[in-house]
């Protein structure tokens, strides 16, 4: 009996020793499980919160780039049309709808850059133009009063509520002027600090950003160039609290948002949340870069993970405590029915389905074959597949490469994988995730099965792909800057960043300038002297941290000393970089070299100052008018002339001023004014039918020449010169009196030459016939024909018929001439075969050149072609060119007629070796009654009027004629006749 109770009791402990380490055994992978699930828990609600505020971060970025691409546009309007009207820019404005279309905007206005001489100019033109554009604009002026350049706002919309920020001068305030000469310099748009605008009324702080407007139609690409071309900047102001509420609606209230590059933090502060502490709730925190300022984003999340997420570590705590102990107490009902046994084992399977179902991560079982044996309520929402519609299925279906790529190699090989890796999944609807997998093997009787608990990283991915992006860009920034030096700095001012645009400007090799302090290694040891004494601290080394207290970056000129010892001018703009939680961990500083810059801006000096210096010794008055017409500059001459001096007619409307009335008294509208024609189309005027008025009343006659000032290919302005030219009016006014007198004269003498034309055609006709019966007489006295005379009487027949001979030939010349004179001289239109007319001439003429002992030779084809013509007149004229030969030549010389084609013209010469023509008298040669000096010392008889009838008979046929001589060589006369093809029969 003791021996069956001992065995009986060790049976009892056995049985209980098991159920006791079975049960803790359980317990312990609860636990174990429960801290798995929390760890889980906790880093899902992590990632969840991270995207929460990156994605609060990327929709306030984007409100942001909405503005600013609001404003470029605006900015390239101004930069293709210029400058608009106010009555312009609002429909501008209201056409594209920014306020509304674009939340958060309070204003959207311009500001146009003015230089100190234009200031008093620009503000009364101003004002002049906002009080005329009915469009309720207060007042004009420039706040606050001063006399340096200026960045005043000039335009505004909407106007309402907005009106104390008209003419506030963007460089009279820190801030406002950072932003504005950063983007000027960088042609970027840029940032102001946190401000409260000069319009608000409430708690809210605000902003500006500044997008630059040059006067060139391509943005410059050198910061001279920039400020050279800069006329202003498209602004929008907006209030941080509205800007929350339009990019994150209702989420605004989890939002805390700060200017990182402000030191103080209540000045740093652009937007909170008063309804929660972001110290005290559990806040996720990131940085933004926005036009030139870095924000510090702090969002409360508030991530969505559902009660099971937040509580499944707990549940399966206890659980999985429930579940040891219904193993302790299935140990120890072992002994009882198999239905006991079967009805706790399918207790516990629905006490794990249901931990599994309730998990928000994915958790798949996979068979041997591939295919999905469990899919939980997590996997589902994963994918987008349901489990009726994957179970069975090839987990490749959802996995490339399935159950292998999850462990590795192939899970009947019993192999042991990393516990957690990362494989790309697809949805049901196509697209690709990047999944995060812990993965475990575990055999059964039914074979090897895999478990994963999958976890979608896409989104952490991404953000990890996007700082890998972002910092690749900043390197390639580093590396592409060649043009500006960027150096880094750490908090005790050692140079931790060189980039090659440093290496160029300041001859130091990167590992030459790391580790050195920037102050010791690039600056001016004198200048920083200075400038520590002029703010007053005890040293260079406070010099940088006194000029940005105000948590800003600092921009200004500054000397760097080069490697070789060179002083180099730099434009140095340096910003602080802070921790999260705000304490400066180094600077960065950006560099621009001014050398070039500062020579440009010496030379236009110098040119400036030797214009100036022209344009006052001119003898002549220069003024120059801007696009409104207004005068801009004017020389001291035109100032004497008009009775004004220099400095009251800069600045005034010219019209209105100098040029209001005609010189009749009439009023002169502007429309019709040359020299505002100028300005509208860009014609250039010489006018000198115009008066300037002077300041006394008095009227000045000019002469002016307006022309229009171009910049960029745009009209700029009009540059007028003009002269008093009352003396030449008077001169002008005698030489037209002595035109009359002069025209008076020439009338009454051409009704003298008249009647001595008519004259000489009555006389001339009057002779002839006498002339004609004289010589009709003396050739019957010579012939015989009357009777015997003696051979004296026969002499002096003969000389007499010569005589009478050549006055008819002096007749027929002087009625040619007098029917030349009246227009009357008319040519026949004849065929006339120009060979049988040279050989005719040359027959005529052989008789008195044998007489004189002369050789007449003649050369020229027999087709030497047809002339369009009158034969007589032609053949008047080849008798006269051979007579004079004939007549111009001693005894023994030669006459030579020669005619050859030239294309569609026959050349004729005639040739002698006679006395010749001196050469100062050959211009006048077929001027009537020209007769050459040698020609009357040797007594050879002429009338001086048959070369120029030949000339007239010429030219009358379409023909040229010219001569050569040589005294005491000969002459030779060009005839050139147009002709064609004798007809053969």
Sequence with gaps: MREEHGQHWRVGAVRWGAAVLTTVTVIAVAVLAAAFAAHLSERTRVQEARAQTADAASRIERQVDHYVEALRGIAAWIRTDGWPTRTEYHRFAGAVAVRSRYP???????????????????????????????????????????TGAALPITYLDPVGGNEAALGLDF?????????????????????????????????????????????????????AERRAAFSGVVYAAFRMGDLADGALGPDADRLWLDDAGVADPAAAALYTTPSRNPRSDAVEETDLAVAGRHWRIRYAAAPNLGPVTRYGPLGLGIGGAAVAVLAGALLLALTSTRARARSLAASMTAELRSVTDTATDAIVTVDYAGQVTAWNRGAARMFGIAPGAILGAPLDRVIPGGLAVLTGRNASAGGHPDPTVEVAATRADGTVLHVEASVSTWESPRGVFATAILRDVTERRRVETEVRRTNDLLEGVLRGATECAIIGCDARGLITVFNEGAHRMLGYRAEEAIGKAALDLLHDPAEMAAMAHELGVSGPTEVFPTLMKNGGPSTREWTYVRSDGYKLPVLLTVTSLRDRDGAIEGHIGIAFDLTEAHRLERERARMAHRFEQLVDCSGEGIYGLDRNGLITFVNKQAARSLGWSVDELVGRPAHTALHHHRPDGSPFPPDDCPIIRSIVDGSTHRVDTEVFWRRDGAPVPVEYVSAPLRRDGQIDGVVVTFADITDRKRTEQALKDAVASEREAASHLREIDQVRTDLVSTVSHELRTPLTSISGYLELLMDGDVGPITSDQAAMVKVAHRSSQRLLLLVEDLLTLSRIDAGAFRIRQDDVDLASLLSAAVGA????????????????PPDLGVVRGDAAHLDRVLLNLLSNGVKFTPPGGSVTLTGRRVGDEAVVTVADTGIGIPEDEQSRLFDRFFRSSNAMDEAIQGTGLGLSIVKTIVEHHGGRISAESRLGDGTTFTLTLPVRAPVRA
């Excluded at 200031?119 to 309720?136: D, W």
């Excluded at 950072?178 to 310099?185: E, G, Q, S, V």
């Excluded at 003429?845 to 020229?860: E, G, H, I």
């Design 104 to 146: 958060g905007i309070q204003v959207i206005g311009m500001a146009e850059y003015v230089d100190a001489a234009q200031r008093t100019a620009f503000s009364a033109r101003t004002a002049s133009a906002t009080a005329t554009a009915m469009l309720s604009y207060p007042e004009f002026r420039i706040k606050p009063a001063g």
């Design 845 to 860: 003429v052989a008789p008195l050149a044998a007489a004189r002992d002369l050789r007449l030779d003649a050369d020229f």
């Design 171 to 223: 460089l009279s305030e820190p801030h406002r002027r950072t932003a504005a000469l950063a983007a000027r310099d960088l042609a970027t748009p840029r940032l102001t600090a946190p401000t409260t605008l000069v319009q608000e009324t409430g708690t809210q702080r605000g902003t500006l950003m500044m997008v630059p407007v040059y006067r060139t139609g391509a943005i410059p690409s050198t910061v």
